[in-house]
């Protein structure tokens, strides 16, 4: 998938909040809270997060710039650092 269909999926996935997908964004934020890459948004970048969901956080990777909370909340999407795979892959399952 390229990056935009990623981050537009995960968003999806973020919006429909199904426990599963819930559950899954929270254990690898978590991972992603303990990266020295987690950078906090700024300017148009967090003002949209925020117009897309306001209970997102307006964190980004610094790796490849994805918002965090679209990237985690994809199921098929990866950690580009290689800390976290697509659901289904990763070691917590």
Excluded at 7 to 15: D, S, V, Y
Excluded at 59 to 64: L, S
Excluded at 68 to 74: E, G, I, Q, V
Aim: proline share 5%; charged share 25%; with cysteine.
């Amino acid at each position: 998938m390229d990056k935009l269909t990623d981050i537009a999926h995960g968003w999806t996935e973020f919006i429909k909040g199904r426990p599963y997908t819930r559950e899954l964004m929270n254990k690898r934020l978590a991972i992603c809270d303990t990266c020295p890459n987690k950078r906090q948004m700024t300017g148009a970048g967090k003002i949209i997060v925020q117009l897309i969901n306001d209970k997102a956080n307006t964190f980004k990777c610094g790796e490849c710039g994805c918002p965090l909370s679209a990237l985690c909340a994809n199921p098929s999407s990866k950690c580009k650092l290689g800390k976290w795979l697509p659901a289904g892959e990763e070691s917590y399952y």
